[in-house]
């Protein structure tokens, strides 16, 4: 079965450039959620997207922006980076239905800013 | 999350059983989600539990949860060492994303 691909899997950067993860969500699922996970803790929601439109928004740094485009991948922008920006950045989808809302995330995106 | 505490660490023998326990705060989370994180690897759905049921079992996994005590619990049976991994409890506050605690790292040892 297709699961959600996230690229580029490593990515290194020095401070104060930009980058940008990608996100292809499972067919046919309509939200794509983007979650920032540090050493040692937790995932934090950034920020949701529902039908190409922002549905949620979490923890997100003004520095970073994100969009879903027509063909439903999403993109994560992020600029000036800083060296606490260094984490795993996941991207999960989901299929809204009655009952429970499961997410499938991606293998994530390991961003290391130098 | 701040939200949903879990314990940091828990050790167990291979054939045992685990018992990772989690406390969310948010009464209006319809579902409460168990995932599972391996070294290096994205998240892996585990199982889930109606907020209206007290139990769920799913092979060798055991979901109870207490809604009145906002508790729940996951227990893992016969543990074997490829279980070894961190354990996240997730809450669905807005119904949507999922608000995740700290994590539970468990150790399987031989």
């Known amino acids: 079965a297709a699961g959600v691909i996230q690229s580029p899997r490593h990515l290194i950067k020095e401070k104060r450039e930009t980058a940008t993860l990608k996100c292809y969500p499972i067919p046919r699922h309509d939200t794509v959620y983007w979650y920032q996970q540090g050493p040692g803790q937790d995932p934090q929601f950034l920020i949701s997207?529902?039908?190409?439109?922002?549905?949620d928004k979490g923890s997100i740094p003004d520095r970073f922006s994100a969009q879903q485009f027509s063909d439903y991948h999403s993109e994560l922008n992020m600029s000036s980076l800083e060296l606490g920006d260094s984490a795993l950045y996941f991207c999960a989808s989901s299929r809204t239905a009655t009952g429970a809302n499961v997410l499938t995330f991606g293998a994530g995106s390991r961003l290391t800013v130098l | 999350g701040e939200d949903v505490e879990q314990s940091l660490f828990l050790s167990v023998r291979e054939g045992d059983s685990s018992v990772i326990n989690c406390t969310y705060t948010?009464?209006?989370?319809?579902?409460l989600y168990w995932y599972k994180q391996e070294p290096g690897a994205g998240l892996q759905l585990l199982t889930y539990?109606?907020?209206?049921?007290d139990m769920k079992q799913d092979q060798r996994l055991t979901v109870l949860l207490n809604k009145k005590d906002k508790h729940l619990s996951l227990r893992i049976a016969d543990t074997q060492t490829g279980d070894s991994a961190i354990y996240f409890c997730?809450?669905?506050?807005?119904?949507?994303?999922?608000?995740f605690g700290k994590g539970t790292s468990l150790l399987v040892t031989p």
């Open positions: 948010d009464s209006s989370s319809t579902y």
């Open positions: 539990i109606f907020s209206n049921m």
């Open positions: 997207f529902y039908e190409k439109m922002q549905s």
């Open positions: 997730a809450e669905s506050p807005s119904g949507y994303a999922l608000n």
